[in-house]
T-cell receptor, first 116, second 112 residues
Framework: GAGVSQSPSNKVTEKGKDVELRCDPI?????LYWYRQSLGQGLEFLIYFQGNSAPDKSGLPSDRFSAERTGGSVSTLTIQRTQQEDSAVYLC??????????????FGPGTRLTVL | GQSLEQPSEVTAVEGAIVQINCTYQ??????LSWYQQHDGGAPTFLSYNALDGLEETGRFSSFLSRSDSYGYLLLQELQMKDSASYFCAVRDHKDSNYQLIWGAGTKLIIKP
């Protein structure tokens, strides 16, 4: 079946511009995560959606970052007034809470964001 | 606070065995997962331990000791394609939801 997809795969933007990153999770997965990964670094949690619950936004680094998930499926991460330090790979993952699966997360290929 | 500690880099020889350790300090614990990430790729799931002991999947095994807040990933018969970063992650519970808390990753370098 289809995995997690993300678009665009690469995004180059100028400092101060807004960007939107899209994630299409695996069908039926109720949980969706956004992470940020700088070159050679670990995963930085950004935001988490679970079903119809209020999202966990505790990882968002500033109020320039926001995300929404429409209809419990597709999610969009928006970064306003981008800064050079926002340059990173943005990864999306989805998971199902089926018992025994340990909340295995399936990752998309990521969007590489470069802010000039 | 919550933290996971793993070595930043490990070097091994092709054909050998290597162990990557992970110690954790979290408010809750519902299992330890391992993920592999090749350069330029996305993390992919390797293994999951909810109970103490060893789980084996082919050349890879994962071990957990909950009393020691410790686990490891064991890779046998190393191949060049195993060169990647390996992340441990603890499944924790927050506000009625499960989440993964991630380590910073261990870069495995394999020499011929």
């Amino acid at each position: 079946g289809a995995g997690v997809s993300q678009s665009p795969s690469n995004k180059v933007t100028e400092k101060g511009k807004d960007v939107e990153l899209r994630c299409d999770p695996i069908s039926g997965h109720t949980a969706l995560y956004w992470y940020r990964q700088s070159l050679g670094q670990g995963l930085e949690f950004l935001i988490y959606f679970q079903g119809n619950s209020a999202p966990d936004k505790s990882g968002l680094p500033s109020d320039r970052f926001s995300a929404e998930r429409t209809g419990g499926s597709v999610s969009t991460l928006t970064i306003q007034r981008t800064q050079q330090e926002d340059s990173a790979v943005y990864l999306c993952a989805s998971s199902t809470r089926a018992a025994g699966q340990g909340d295995t997360q399936y990752f998309g290929p990521g969007t590489r964001l470069t802010v000039l | 606070g919550q933290s996971l500690e793993q070595p930043s880099e490990v070097t091994a020889v092709e054909g050998a065995i290597v162990q990557i350790n992970c110690t954790y300090q979290t408010s809750g614990f519902y299992g330890l997962s391992w993920y592999q990430q090749h350069d330029g790729g996305a993390p992919t799931f390797l293994s999951y331990n909810a109970l103490d002991g060893l789980e084996e999947t082919g050349r890879f095994s994962s071990f957990l000791s909950r009393s020691d807040s410790y686990g490891y990933l064991l890779l046998q018969e190393l191949q060049m394609k195993d060169s990647a970063s390996y992340f441990c992650a603890v499944r924790d519970h927050k506000d009625s939801n499960y989440q993964l808390i991630w380590g910073a990753g261990t870069k495995l370098i394999i020499k011929p």
